[in-house]
């Protein structure tokens, strides 16, 4: 049966370098078996200081390519883009040299762009090495929102489309997100939050089922990947 590893910290700094140096470990290690390696990332607050501490090492980020879990359909040049961010934060000094992959597609249909991002994920970063989850306090995950109408098909594992279009009800702005097959086909998954409120969310997902209410359950309660969580 898989697992989910927690490790939980008393300090962000201590979480950041467990968690930046456990992802370069990984990043190294598919860099040794195939000459590069893909990491796909996450939006919203959380990750800004482990983008920060990322992008300072040392490492062949020029065989990294870096991809994201999730997007909002909004220009890239506006502060809400995960492509803006990503690119803001984490594309910054020695990580400059990574590659990027956005989902953001200016004159496409979102609904169009769906198929144009699964084609482009499957060719250019698939296998996904390394997946970085965040969480908000619905429980939603990448852009998995709570009791939304393309769940069911974004939950389908034998739905093989990588990305899908979601409207959140409870939250701005049209999404894309990986779905659950493309999240589970990562080699090494990290779930990454940190704040008492979330800690409450989480202990509530890992103790129920219900997967439409809490969609972080998909990829916590599920036996074919071991999952990371690393919190605070
Ligand atoms: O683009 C997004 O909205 C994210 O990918 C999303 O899934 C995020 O991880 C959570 O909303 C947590 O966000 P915070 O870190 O801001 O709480």
């Known amino acids: 049966m898989m697992s989910r590893s927690e490790h939980l910290f008393s300090n962000q700094e201590a979480l950041i370098e467990a968690l930046s140096q456990s992802i370069l470990a990984n990043l190294q290690k598919a860099i040794d078996e195939k000459g590069k390696a893909s990491l796909l990332v996450s939006g919203g607050s959380t990750p800004k200081p482990l983008f920060e501490k990322l992008r300072k090492a040392l490492f062949d980020w020029d ?118 097959h493309a999240i589970l086909s990562a080699k090494h998954i990290y779930l990454h939050f940190e704040g008492k409120e979330k800690i409450a969310v989480y202990e509530e997902a890992i103790g129920g089922e219900d997967i439409y209410t809490m969609p972080i359950r998909s990829v916590l ?3 074919i990947k071991e999952i990371e969580v690393f919190y605070r």
Request: charged letters at 25%.
């Open 63 to 180: 065989k990294v390519t870096v991809g994201l879990c999730d997007e909002r359909w909004v220009d890239t040049s506006q502060e809400e883009s995960n492509e803006h961010f990503v690119k803001k934060y984490l594309l910054q000094e020695e990580a400059a040299k990574a590659h990027f992959i956005g989902m953001y597609c200016k004159d496409t249909d979102i609904y169009m762009a769906q198929k144009v991002c699964t084609q482009k994920m499957k060719e250019i970063l698939s296998p996904f090495d390394v997946l970085i989850l965040g969480m908000g306090t619905d429980a939603h995950t990448a852009s998995l929102f709570p009791e939304n109408i393309k769940l069911e098909e974004a939950f389908d594992l034998k739905n093989e489309n990588f990305c899908i279009t979601i409207e959140p009800t409870t939250a701005p702005y049209t999404r894309m997100s990986l779905t659950l």
């Open 221 to 223: 309660n599920q036996e």
